[in-house]
């Protein structure tokens, strides 16, 4: 049987690690790319010619890089983190409404930043929030792009993703260092939830999507064990042999990444994966100090 996916942002930490997995199962990838390469197309291509012909599954990835520290919050940026999520979002759609023969499943990304960080509220798939911020609005606008009329026939599931634990990328690849020369600590107080997934999982949760018909709807992308950051700082560290108790003043974040954006470090929200747990996923690594030793594991 032919089964191919298409992944928007396929070369990114998410995608590289998905496209992998997808290839050792047996199925053909194709990345929707801004760079040319073997298996890729560009967002122009797509446009153009549509979906590859016997596309089974798509998945978009995509997005600029929110917490890139080289870049100033400015209002460009942020229409730039805006735009490669929502705009990429929509051509897969678009290209989907227009195939004539339909993938099975469209799989978009999101996060957990549509939840406001609060102390005492858990928050499950099934909570209706409004948006409350940039990030929050940002987590409405991405979703909503990628619905699709219900007479198309293809089942959607969004993935509202915690941070993801790789070697590879997102926070780990930025922590690593300070970490591995024992200058790591937790952010503030580290008192605020963190959300977390390991990399294998939430690749293999977005396999799951695409293998199992009855999985349609949001997904909390996370690890059912909640903990704060000050959890996470440890066993990151003890993982890795090394002290952290050196906290990231929260001024000094603001003051870096400015506070809109430093609040996805300095707040987090309690996510629970209701749906994702109800629907049968077994999770690898569901505790953070088995999920931060095989990150030190495979960096060796
Ligand atoms: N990593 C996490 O902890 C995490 C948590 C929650 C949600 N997410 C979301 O999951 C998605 C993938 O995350 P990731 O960590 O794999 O990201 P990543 O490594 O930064 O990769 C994202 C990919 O998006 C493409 N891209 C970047 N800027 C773009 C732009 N301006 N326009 C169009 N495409 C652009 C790039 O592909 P090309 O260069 O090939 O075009 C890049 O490889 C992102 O949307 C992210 O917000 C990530």
Not at 35 to 60: C, F, H, M, Y
């Amino acid at each position: 049987m032919i089964r191919n996916v298409v992944i928007g942002g396929g070369t990114g930490f998410i995608g590289s690690a998905l496209s992998t997995l997808l290839r050792r199962e047996g199925y053909g990838v194709t990345v929707v790319s801004r760079v040319p390469g073997p298996q890729r197309i560009s967002w122009a291509d797509l446009g153009k010619n549509g979906l590859p012909p016997e596309t089974t599954a798509v998945v978009n990835l995509a997005g600029q890089n929110v917490l890139d520290p080289t870049r100033r919050w400015t209002k460009g940026f942020k229409q730039n983190v805006w735009a490669s999520r929502v705009n990429s979002t929509s051509s897969l759609a678009e290209a989907i409404i227009e195939a004539k023969a339909k993938p099975k499943v469209f799989i978009t990304i999101s996060g957990v930043g549509i939840y406001k960080p609060c102390a005492s509220k858990e928050y499950t798939e099934d909570y209706e929030g409004k948006p409350f911020d940039f990030l929050s609005n940002l987590c409405h606008d991405w979703e909503a792009a990628g619905n699709l009329p219900i007479d198309v026939g293809v089942r959607r599931v969004i993935l509202r993703s915690g941070v993801v634990l790789g070697r590879n990328g997102g926070m780990v690849k930025q922590l690593w260092l300070p970490f591995y020369f024992g200058m790591g600590g937790p952010v503030g107080d580290g008192n605020q939830f963190l959300p977390w997934i390991h990399i294998d999982d939430i690749t293999r949760l977005i396999l799951f999507a695409i293998e199992n018909e009855s999985v349609k709807g949001v997904l909390n992308g996370v690890s059912p064990e909640i903990i704060t950051n000050k959890q996470f700082t440890k066993a990151l560290a003890r993982a890795m042999w090394r002290p952290a108790s050196i906290p990231v003043p929260v001024f000094l974040l603001n003051l870096a990444f400015s506070e809109e954006r430093a609040k996805m470090m300095t707040e987090g929200q309690k996510v629970i994966p209701k749906r994702t747990q109800a629907y049968g996923f077994k999770y690898c690594y569901p505790d953070v100090q088995t999920a931060c030793q095989s990150l030190v594991r495979n960096a060796k």
